[in-house]
């Protein structure tokens, strides 16, 4: 079936290492751009971490949090995010079941907090605005809590009914997110929204949270990178995100 759309996820996979995009990449999804393909990115950031690399890519679809925000066309067309109580519900828990040391990020679609000001334990967002998340009051779109303890995570995570939670891979943190937030939702809203089948769409994912998108697209690709449950799911590997993996593949099946 034709391609009509393709989906990157960023961290591990359109990003190299060192969170850049490679020229070779960057070639390639302008190349099948102007052979009337749609690029998008599909990754747990929200849009404050993207802005350098829309700048570099200039997406036409961005699904942002995991699937809780689509932007098409420079329009926000979806948004799912937790209800304010909820919000402060699994902050409280996770101070609970943490105490006073609990690590946690949250986001908004356009901001990005985190409850320490200094020594942060792990380098995804230096940037982080500062929020000690006592008395939050803003709606959230995602929350991480720093641990890899799946049954102190399950606590956080039972403590309101619309909740879901995944572990990342590369680092030791959980996210917690709305049920309907998800990238595979998303998707099927994008495709409603814009009029195009999912099997037009070729995905690329590496973790935990793309395993639902690249099952449900037309290709679903894995990078060499990737975790072996993603791979199990997935049409094809190809190369990891340091070996320019997703522009060899689009230059081979595409190109």
């Not at 070639?27 to 099948?32: A, D, Q, R, S």
């Not at 901001?111 to 334990?121: G, L, M, T, V």
Request: net charge negative; charged share 30%.
């Amino acid at each position: 079936m034709e391609t009509k759309l393709i989906l990157c996820d960023l961290d591990g996979t359109l990003l190299r290492s060192d969170k850049t995009i490679s020229q070779k990449s960057a070639e390639i999804l302008e190349k099948c751009r102007k052979n009337g393909i749609l690029v998008g990115f599909s990754t747990s950031r929200g849009r404050g971490n993207i802005i350098p690399y829309e700048a570099q890519i200039r997406p036409d679809v961005l699904i942002c949090n995991g699937g809780a925000s689509i932007v098409y066309k420079n329009t926000e067309i979806f948004k799912a995010e937790f209800t304010l109580e909820e919000t402060r519900n699994i902050l409280k828990t996770a101070y609970e079941v943490f105490g006073d040391n609990a690590e946690i990020t949250l986001d908004l679609i356009d901001k990005f907090y985190w409850n320490r000001a200094e020594d942060k334990s792990t380098d995804y967002d230096w940037s982080a605005l500062y929020d000690d998340f006592r008395d939050f009051k803003i709606p959230a779109m995602k929350i991480c809590v720093q641990t890899t303890d799946r049954e102190k995570a399950l606590k956080i995570s039972s403590c309101v009914q619309n909740c879901d939670m995944l572990p990342f891979s590369d680092i030791p943190w959980y996210k917690f997110s709305p049920k309907t937030a998800t990238k595979e939702n998303a998707i099927s809203f994008l495709c409603g929204h814009i009029g195009i089948s999912s099997n037009e769409i070729i995905s690329f994912g590496d973790d935990h949270n793309d395993i639902g998108m690249l099952k449900m697209c037309g290709t679903g690709v894995a990078m060499g990178n990737a975790i072996d449950e993603v791979k199990a799911v997935c049409d094809f590997v190809t190369k990891s995100n340091d070996d320019d993996g997703v522009a060899d593949f689009l230059a081979d099946r595409l190109l």
